[in-house]
């Protein structure tokens, strides 16, 4: 069979891409058949050059842009160009309750965002007109990630941790395994000591007792002077005041700071169920394990703390940070877990926060939820957001000067050298 030449090749392609582009799938492999016997082209490339008839098309061949053009676009065949929908009012509102929520994920501002409106426009921060009101209320969560894609920023290292097993009390206090608690009933808590040693376990360091609910994920930090049994013990007291509800059950890990009498004997006087998790199960507190890193490295990193003046800076952050958190920060819990093979899908509720939990629970007293309620209506989160910022940047200034300080060397050692 005598080869077409190029011009025929055109006309060809010509003639049939205008019945093929109008056509049903059947007609089309008719017409694509056609073509290859008639022109010689490769079936793919037929598909593509019937498919693309008339429009311009670049392609790259190597390091080359080429441009194909099959005949004269259409008259009037013009590509579509949608709207902006979101204006700078809308997207300078969500980026302000983007950083009032500590920058959390899109799915929980997107749970929480009619709250969050409500509190900024009750403090005089925001003042949204109807329109941008309803865009922002009916804005998606894939739509939050599109719009703050360029103001994401996250900054923290980890280091390892220095906890040393306890060896006294392990058989009379009992290990829990994950699945065995009750963790729809409040007031059972895990609890975990947070290090700031600065990645060296040598001499005395602050560290943070973490105590977080596990129905309802109230978070209570708490700064002491060193991990003793004294000052743990005396951090968790004080951890109990500030409760919301009573403490039911306590679960900690195997260090020797928590596995000692004195904590046997407080959990025993207040009849408070005592459990350790199991060596080397982290999975045990997974609970803790997240709000160490959310509640505690997030804010006040990885330095080493070790003065009073820098112990007594971090209880004021924590004062603030748990309001802050437990009022006005959301969090999603996983509701279950279905297995597809390899594949695992893991389905979350509601992003709720803990103060929006605690109303909902049914075995928390109404006094409990009044007084809770009270204390809501007077915070300020962007208040509180702006004094954490502030005392944390106090708190490296004072570290960054401590280190800049020339070392003074031990009184024995200067009686030695002399």
């Given at each position: 069979?005598?080869?077409?030449?190029?011009?025929?090749?055109?006309?060809?392609?010509?003639?049939?891409?205008?019945?093929?582009?109008?056509?049903?799938?059947?007609?089309?492999?008719?017409?694509?058949?056609?073509?290859?016997?008639?022109?010689g082209y490769?079936?793919?490339?037929?598909?593509?050059?019937?498919?693309?008839?008339?429009?311009?098309?670049?392609?790259?061949?190597g390091s080359q842009r080429v441009t194909y053009v099959g005949v004269r676009p259409r008259r009037g065949q013009r590509r579509r160009i949608r709207p902006r929908r979101y204006g700078p009012a809308v997207l300078e509102t969500l980026r302000k309750v983007w950083h009032v929520l500590d920058c959390c994920c899109s799915k929980r501002l997107v749970d929480n965002l009619a709250e969050t409106l409500r509190v900024l426009e009750?403090?005089?921060?925001?003042?949204?007109?109807?329109?941008?009101?309803?865009?922002?209320?009916?804005?998606?969560?894939?739509?939050?990630?599109?719009?703050?894609?360029?103001?994401?920023?996250?900054?923290?290292?980890r280091i390892r941790g220095g906890t040393k097993p306890g060896t006294l009390l392990k058989s009379q206090i009992p290990v829990r395994m994950f699945s065995q608690w009750d963790g729809a009933k409040p007031g059972f808590v895990e609890i975990d000591l947070v290090e700031h040693n600065g990645g060296s376990c040598h001499g005395i360091y602050a560290v943070t007792l973490n105590v977080t609910d596990i129905a309802t994920g109230w978070t209570e930090p708490i700064a002491v002077a060193n991990k003793s049994q004294h000052r743990v013990l005396a951090g968790l007291v004080q951890v109990q005041r500030r409760f919301p509800i009573g403490l039911r059950g306590i679960d900690c890990d195997g260090g020797g700071e928590f596995i000692n009498h004195h904590l046997v004997r407080f959990c025993e006087q207040r009849r408070i169920t005592f459990t350790r998790c199991r060596p080397y199960r982290k999975n045990d507190q997974c609970y803790i394990e997240q709000?160490?890193?959310?509640?505690?490295?997030?804010?006040?990193?990885?330095?080493?703390?070790?003065?009073?003046?820098?112990?007594?800076?971090?209880?004021?952050?924590?004062?603030?940070?748990?309001?802050?958190?437990?009022?006005?920060?959301?969090?999603?819990?996983?509701?279950?877990?279905?297995?597809?093979?390899?594949?695992?899908?893991?389905?979350?509720?509601?992003?709720?926060?803990?103060?929006?939990?605690?109303?909902?629970?049914?075995?928390?007293?109404?006094?409990?939820?009044?007084?809770?309620?009270?204390?809501?209506?007077?915070?300020?989160?962007?208040?509180?957001?702006?004094?954490?910022?502030?005392?944390?940047?106090?708190?490296?200034?004072?570290?960054?000067?401590?280190?800049?300080?020339?070392?003074?060397?031990?009184?024995?050692?200067?009686?030695?050298?002399?």
């Amino acid at each position: 069979m005598r080869r077409m030449s190029m011009v025929t090749r055109r006309e060809v392609s010509k003639k049939l891409a205008e019945e093929y582009q109008r056509s049903g799938k059947k007609r089309k492999g008719q017409l694509l058949t056609q073509l290859v016997e008639m022109a010689g082209y490769h079936r793919k490339y037929a598909a593509w050059l019937l498919g693309n008839w008339g429009r311009k098309v670049v392609v790259w061949q190597g390091s080359q842009r080429v441009t194909y053009v099959g005949v004269r676009p259409r008259r009037g065949q013009r590509r579509r160009i949608r709207p902006r929908r979101y204006g700078p009012a809308v997207l300078e509102t969500l980026r302000k309750v983007w950083h009032v929520l500590d920058c959390c994920c899109s799915k929980r501002l997107v749970d929480n965002l009619a709250e969050t409106l409500r509190v900024l426009e009750r403090i005089g921060v925001l003042a949204l007109t109807a329109a941008d009101r309803a865009l922002v209320l009916g804005i998606s969560a894939r739509t939050v990630d599109r719009l703050l894609k360029n103001d994401r920023r996250r900054l923290w290292g980890r280091i390892r941790g220095g906890t040393k097993p306890g060896t006294l009390l392990k058989s009379q206090i009992p290990v829990r395994m994950f699945s065995q608690w009750d963790g729809a009933k409040p007031g059972f808590v895990e609890i975990d000591l947070v290090e700031h040693n600065g990645g060296s376990c040598h001499g005395i360091y602050a560290v943070t007792l973490n105590v977080t609910d596990i129905a309802t994920g109230w978070t209570e930090p708490i700064a002491v002077a060193n991990k003793s049994q004294h000052r743990v013990l005396a951090g968790l007291v004080q951890v109990q005041r500030r409760f919301p509800i009573g403490l039911r059950g306590i679960d900690c890990d195997g260090g020797g700071e928590f596995i000692n009498h004195h904590l046997v004997r407080f959990c025993e006087q207040r009849r408070i169920t005592f459990t350790r998790c199991r060596p080397y199960r982290k999975n045990d507190q997974c609970y803790i394990e997240q709000k160490n890193w959310s509640t505690v490295r997030k804010i006040v990193g990885y330095e080493r703390y070790e003065t009073r003046r820098e112990v007594a800076l971090l209880n004021r952050i924590y004062q603030q940070l748990r309001c802050y958190q437990n009022f006005f920060l959301p969090q999603m819990k996983l509701v279950r877990k279905v297995r597809h093979g390899s594949r695992v899908t893991r389905y979350y509720d509601t992003a709720r926060t803990p103060y929006q939990r605690l109303l909902a629970h049914p075995q928390v007293p109404a006094d409990i939820k009044r007084r809770l309620h009270a204390e809501y209506e007077t915070l300020n989160p962007l208040l509180l957001r702006e004094t954490i910022l502030r005392l944390r940047q106090e708190l490296f200034t004072l570290y960054v000067s401590r280190k800049r300080r020339p070392v003074q060397p031990h009184p024995a050692f200067v009686k030695i050298l002399t």
